[in-house]
C-alpha cells in the first residue's frame, strides 16, 4: 500500500528505499505523498521502518534509492541544518548547561538572525506553549512535560513551515501524555504547519492525525484517516494492530463480489455472513474480523438481519467506563465484548450461556496471519 501520487504534494517520498547494511531493505519501495499543512503519523511496531523515514526525511539518514522532495526539491543532498525542519525528539535534546532562553534562541543564532529578534521569537514561541514565565530556568529545574513543551517550542521558534516529532510523547505519564496530544493537536490545527509524528502508540495515532501510514516490514499496509483505518482495516495485519479485534478462523464457502458480501463455514460449524476484504474465492482460508464494541448482547438492541451465535462467558472485567467480557466463542477463547457501563448495565455471571449478535456488515474477512 502506498500514495504515488505526488504532484500537490508538500513532502514526497518517490520509490524510497533504504539498507542499512547493503542486503537486507528497512524501507522497501516507500511512494508517499504528505499534503501542505496536514498532520501525517507514521504508526507501526519497532523496526517497522517508521522511524528511518523520518531520520531520512530529517537529512540525518540518507536514501539509499530514491528521492525526498520537499516542497517540489530533491533535498536528499541538503544537510539537515538547512532543511528548515522543526524537530521534537523523545528525550527532548536540551542543552542542559542553557537556559531555557539559550536552547530556544542557539538555533536561530545558527542561522544568522539578529539578537532583538532572537528574543521576540523566542518569547513569542515559549507563550505558545504556556511557558514563557520560563526562560531563565535550566531544564534540570523543569518537569518532563515542561521539558516537552521546551523541545517543542525550540521546534516552532524559527517558523518552520514543517516539524517532525518522533515518539515524543514517549516519555510521559498517560495523563499528560493525553493532555499534550490535545496541547500538539492544537497548535498544529492553529499555526498550520505540516507535522510528520511517529509514534508506536496506535491510540496516540487516532486521536491525533489527519491521515495515519501503518508500516510494518519496511512497507506501509494502508495509509487512511484515522475512522477508516479503524473501520475498514486493508489487511489483518492493520485490523490486529489497530484496536482490539476479534479474529474467528474459517473458510470461504460463498462469494459474491458483485454484493460485496460472502459466507464463511467457522472451524467449529458455525456458518456466518461477513464483507470480503482480503479473499478471492471460495475454498480461501480467511480469518473473520468483529471489533469487540460491535458485538451485543441484548436481543432488544438487535436487527433481524443480524447473525447470532452461541457463547459463553470466561470472565467479566470492570473497567470503571466498560464492561470488558471475554468469551468462548465458536470453540474459541478470547472472543471480547465491551460493553457501555450505563444505568442498568450488569456484568454476567462466569458460565453463563448466552446468545450474542452483531451485524454482518462490521464482520470483514481477511487473510490468515502468516
Not at 521546534?155 to 496541547?183: I, N, S, T, Y
Not at 478462523?249 to 458483485?258: N, R, S
Not at 457501563?341 to 462466569?350: D, E, I, S, W
Request: hydrophobic letters at 40%.
Amino acid at each position: 500500500m502506498s500514495d504515488s501520487n505526488n504532484g500537490d504534494s508538500f513532502v514526497a517520498f518517490d520509490r524510497v528505499q533504504k539498507s542499512y547494511d547493503g542486503e537486507t531493505l528497512v524501507v522497501k519501495d516507500l511512494n508517499l505523498s504528505i499534503g501542505k499543512g496536514e498532520f501525517l503519523t507514521m504508526l507501526g511496531p519497532s523496526g517497522s521502518g517508521k522511524t528511518t523515514c523520518l531520520m531520512m526525511l530529517a537529512g540525518f539518514e540518507t536514501a539509499t534509492h530514491g528521492e525526498i522532495l520537499l516542497n517540489g526539491t530533491n533535498i536528499n543532498m541538503v544537510p539537515p541544518h538547512k532543511r528548515g525542519i522543526g524537530m521534537v525528539f523523545q528525550n527532548y535534546a536540551l542543552f542542559p548547561h542553557m537556559t531555557v532562553g539559550e536552547n530556544l534562541a542557539f538555533p536561530l543564532e545558527v542561522r544568522g538572525i539578529g539578537k532583538a529578534e532572537r528574543e521576540k521569537k523566542v518569547m513569542r514561541a515559549l507563550d505558545m506553549v504556556q511557558m514563557g514565565s520560563f526562560a531563565s530556568r535550566r531544564p534540570a529545574q523543569l518537569s518532563g512535560g515542561q521539558q516537552q513543551r521546551i523541545a517543542l517550542a525550540r521546534a516552532l521558534c524559527f517558523d518552520p513551515e514543517l516539524v517532525l516529532m518522533d515518539e515524543p510523547l514517549g516519555a510521559l505519564d498517560k495523563q499528560l501524555r493525553e493532555h499534550m496530544q490535545f496541547e500538539i493537536k492544537a497548535l498544529h490545527e492553529r499555526l498550520g504547519i505540516t507535522v510528520v509524528y511517529v509514534t508506536h502508540d496506535q491510540g496516540e495515532a487516532l486521536t491525533m492525525s489527519d491521515r495515519v501510514a501503518v508500516f510494518n516490514d519496511g512497507r506501509i499496509q494502508q495509509l487512511a484517516p484515522p475512522d477508516e483505518l479503524y473501520e475498514r482495516p486493508k489487511n489483518s495485519f492493520v485490523a490486529q494492530f489497530i484496536g482490539e479485534n476479534n479474529k474467528l478462523a474459517g473458510k470461504v464457502e460463498t462469494l459474491d463480489a458483485a454484493a460485496d458480501t460472502c459466507t464463511v463455514r467457522l472451524a467449529s460449524g458455525e456458518l456466518i455472513e461477513a464483507t470480503p476484504v482480503n479473499v478471492r474465492h471460495a475454498g480461501q482460508e480467511t480469518l473473520v474480523s468483529i471489533r469487540p464494541e460491535r458485538v451485543e448482547f441484548d436481543p432488544d438492541r438487535m436487527e433481524p438481519n443480524w447473525h447470532l451465535i452461541d457463547a459463553e462467558v470466561i470472565e467479566v472485567v470492570y473497567m470503571g467506563d466498560i464492561y470488558r467480557t471475554v468469551l468462548r466463542v465458536a470453540g474459541t477463547e478470547g472472543f471480547v465484548v465491551k460493553t457501555r457501563n450505563t444505568l442498568g448495565a450488569k456484568m454476567m455471571p462466569k458460565g453463563s450461556k448466552i446468545k450474542i449478535g452483531w451485524n454482518p456488515a462490521d464482520a470483514r474477512a481477511l487473510e490468515p496471519i502468516a
